[in-house]
């Protein structure tokens, strides 16, 4: 039996409501996609399981599914992330929601299986929180799914051990695999959002600061992007020697962790490994440091262990815990390690969700009319729905890429002199 | 008489106070100061009436000149900046405090008034709001001040007005003249904090995106510097035609207004003028247009055509306002054309109100101690305040400036071959 | 029967001499791979061809691969980019050469046909140039091949043309598709060094004026990048939809070569492909637009019709030739549209050619000691062969990546939450 | 008696002549100011001696000057940056020159000594080579002078060094002063062409390396902007503890020289003062270090000691020296340390030096045509004329700046609220 929605408090939605139609406003491709894909029916009265950043970006893109004809069910991917006025917009809106901000991990768990529960034929996932619970908790309901999209490395990598191990049963949608979204969303996106939260909670100035980026994959490298163009002082660490050489180049500082620790007055994470900051790291830390992740899980940092090291603890400032270590030093982590830019902010960029869901749209879309032609496993989204993407926002634009002439297109297969 | 201290709600006081304790944390130079020359006992029994964005920096140099034996009334520089929370926990500590977050006109004015009517010897001055307000309204306490500090380009150039109309009868240290404020707190500290809550309140995304600074002074430079240091690409508009010619060679688009009305997707002022963007720019501005000021006064839009203009107005996310043209374009404006950083954020930095804190703090003392020193009118700080300053905090960072050795001196000053 | 070396001027080798000691000196990785890999016997009496911008880094090469035992024939991949003086100096150590600086068509050909002649085993490639001729001119002797390294992308596309038709019947290490190689040699290495030679050939300023940059792959990224760097507007053109966002979202502006042609004062090709710059672009080109091209080959503008379209033709300064246009338009090609950096300089600094000489010293080397591992047609450079330069580089540096723990290690390949 | 020119070799006057045509074409502003204001007749006549860097540039406003009807004698400011084939063309013109390139200390004296025998009444000089010499030897001659122009920060403390010992008989406009001036040629025409040559002449990797910046003024901000834009990571060193924290906050490290010279791998002087880098640097740099120097004059090394703890000195490649020290460690000094750009390169970008030429034409004319406005000493170039040249430089490039409204101006200097 499917429950009624569950919000915290349906009096915020019309505030909620009002993020949604800021991100509405500024989602140009994603509104051309309804009006052009999305409203052909092939969605009407299939169910849809969505497991999200609870925010606006999110919602709209509910909003959109639901309006084409889906039976829509929101929940959060992460306890910190959901906002509750947005949850109250969508429930109003008759889209079903189960999600509040900060829940109990026993409500975080119970508010996924009740989304699984109302018997998905498509998933929208983040982090594979829906197909792995799905896999472990309810083989019953696997057959009834068609397919699912993902959105993050951190999921792909969930799936393709799900995969190799034979109980990945469907086709899943890597949507992160696209160029429009790990090239956009991870890298500037993430960049973006991280830098901006990190200051508005802290009100520190970046400029001539050492800021030790954890990694140097996309989200790292748009973490160090954006902080070295707030003039911060950037070291990398990071097990690829290529990469690590790449950040050289770039002109960052490259080192050991061990060292960074004693160096650093940020540090970020975006791993998606776990105890990237452990206790080694936080014996050597500054008076003072700043600990932030923008990896997608809190394990990035070993908090039970600076726990653990610490005197005290005590809220330093909004969003912000102080640790006391023996020696009076404090170490000060944003958002208990969670998500820096959705548990300490609004998140993403809208522009940057809006080619991200365009891709989720396309992909349920897509899955929803043409299912037959996928194998089950992880599969890339087509490149052309990719460039697809990438077409609609340059034009919304008014830019033309450039075009081929025969000439050209024979030149580059040819290899005589 | 002297009233009591006017705050919106005293229960705010611990969220004040844990906000001043962050900011004491991240300024050495001012506990430095505080320690080696506040502590002298000069402040001992002295009025001082300070007008300033009242949040937790200012707050803290309240703190640090209370606690150094001054009797101390605080009152607000702008409506949107005052923070109730640390106006509480001011008060709670038994410091003076006339404010409120955003109060009627009347109530503004009144405030400012009633700190004058504590009759100040000393004057801690923000857009000379203080100063221009005794001489107008308060003649028969002019005697009574020995001095004041003014902090912005706008309060020296009004300032400049009076002294030239003789109506200036103390000295007032010019501290925005001393190198470590305007080449810090104007350029670097309003441009970092300015596109943090440009961007912390609009959630949207920055790179690629057009900017249009208005003017290319120290706060322009600052706000230029930081949208291009998150990837926006940069136009400048500006009277001088040499700094014109230097926003080129930086790489910025330099262009007249009007077509840069055309072009801009952001608009940020920072000229200290008024109506700089005005009704012939209003009507060339795209849809979805985001206009933001970091200049002093609320002055630099002309709002009240805008209004006019516009068929309808609303909140569109908290901090902006949406207007709706005829033609069904949108305009946003934040925080009501008030200081941007101010109003609809944190202000400034900590580590840089720190240094204009370091310097306003010597300023005062040395008014204190050596008031006799003084001509009427306004006056640079000695330099070697200003040096002394930027000596303290290197050392907190531990490093050393380059020593000439005698010969190198001596070289400086010799002409022949 | 093999001929004796064809160089310029035997009387120039204490220049060349001069220049490869630089080089010598600036490639630890080189070196240290000629002590560990090379020294231990595997390249003893192999012959080989290379084919390369022969100036003193690639001399370098052909040195420790001499001095590993192996019998080297040198020649030009380039007319312009051969300096005599370096050829004169491996001449003189008893390496053969067949090179001249700026040879007519015909000699150009017959170096690399002497080359062939030699009876190569192993063959260093660039652009495909011996590979191709093999293939078409001397069938008779492609059994003697072993394998051969190819270094450009340009050369990668030509030799997959050659395997798809059949006629590739050894194996090539694709040099370009280490990441060690495209992603310092075509981006930092190109982009670095080209604008180097722009500037310093032409002694013009380029902070603030429109760079127009022909695609947006490695290296027309680098182009960008260093352009940037030094200030100046830049405006990417590229068919590739994402890519061209991509470019958009590093603060690039974009747009359709047509606009571009009009708004630009610098344009430099990068694309890989022909008459990327034509009549339509050179007709809306302004007064002193000044054109040089960074990609492979000299094809990417079309000189054929600028001469056809221009009243008079003079050289405007060294390796500067001036072309009027009929309406008094000047347009300025660098080199003659040759690579830039090659043909007006000295190619790609010496510590990104330490790596990608590394990664051909490595194939070599792989290919020599371990032919019958490969299959014919082409193959990746084993990823820990690419790893392995980077751990050298890494640790002249004094720099050890990160190492995963073995907890670390498992959470990456774990799905349960 | 007036001497013929003294040139190296006439014969090279096509090549001087081409260079100059360059720079005709690339000096829109000074063309614009001979045809406007040269072109009045004051300057028929008039003896100009001119010192400078006898390059192109220098060698057009020669022209100019000639062209306008002055009776013009040019000699070297520098001995390696005069350009044989430049000088042959001006002698060809009817221009009389008194230089060559790398003259011996004689001759180089000798030829200032024989443009002062010309018995000048204006002179255009650089560094006060004309001035200081004119006192110390001719001072019969000094009453013939009207009046001169001086160019660099060097020069103006030199002459101030005079005019406080009363040996400045006549006015100097300091060019050098004016913000079309310090603020394009020290910092951004230094910069730009500084990193250029030092690329140029190295081919090595920007990217990564350590730049240590001595001075932070105008030309070391030029020169850490430009390094820092291809990639490296730029050290400041600088005895104005204000200066020094400006550049922490531009991202630059910030140290102490002694610490600097363990840890740089480019050193890059721009002091204006003798001995910034000297033994104690020498003996605690890394095998390899690169010293280039882009102060006026060749004394910020203390070559004569390097020379003296060097086992042996070798040209390592063109303009530059290797020295190798007692431990095997070798230290590459790049044009003898003395200036960078004009003495290993074609000097600053033509079109910085069309701003500062342009304000030389015009002090020089202005002299000329209103001697009698002036008292004896150092004199600020008008600000009208300042502004006049960078409002011709936007004309050229179609950009209007703003004007402010009646309103506006009104506002500015009014203070009642």
Known sequence: MIKESIVKDPSLAPEGQQKIEWAAQHSPVLNKIARNQLADGSLTGRKVAVTVHLEAKTAYLAVLLHEAGAEVTVTGSNPLSTQDSVCAALAERGIRVYATHDPSDEDFERYIHLALETEPDLLLDDGAELTGRLAQSHPEL????????????????????????????????????????HLFDNRYGTGHSSIVSLLANTNLFLSGQRVVVMGFGWVSR???????????????????PVKLLEAHSEGY???????????????????????????????????????????????????????????????????????EMPNGRRIHVIARGRLLNSGAGDGHPVEIMDLTFALHALGIHYLASRASDFEPGIQALPEDLDQEVARIKLRTMGVEPEELTDEQMAYQTSWRS
């Not at 799914?145 to 799900?162: F, H, P, S």
């Not at 748009?222 to 950037?234: H, I, M, S, W």
């Not at 970020?268 to 206790?279: C, Q």
């Open 142 to 181: 696997i057959d009834k799914v068609v397919g699912a999209t993902e959105t993050t490395t951190t999921g792909i990598l969930k799936l393709r051990a799900m995969s190799d191990e034979g109980v990945l049963p469907f086709p899943v949608l890597g949507i992160n695999e696209a160029r429009m979204k």
């Open 222 to 240: 748009g973490l160090a992007k954006y902080a070295a163009g707030f003039g911060a002082r950037v070291i990398v660490c990071e097990p690829d």
């Open 253 to 323: 500082e490259v080192m050991n962790s061990i060292e960074a620790a004693e160096a650093g007055d940020f540090f970020l994470t975006g791993t998606g490994n776990m105890k990237v900051l452990r206790r080694e790291h936080f014996e050597r830390m500054k008076d003072g440091a700043v600990l932030a992740n923008a990896g997608h899980y809190d394990h990035e940092f070993d908090l039970a262990t600076l726990k653990e090291m610490s005197v005290s603890e005590r809220e330093a400032r909004k969003h912000i815990t102080e640790y």
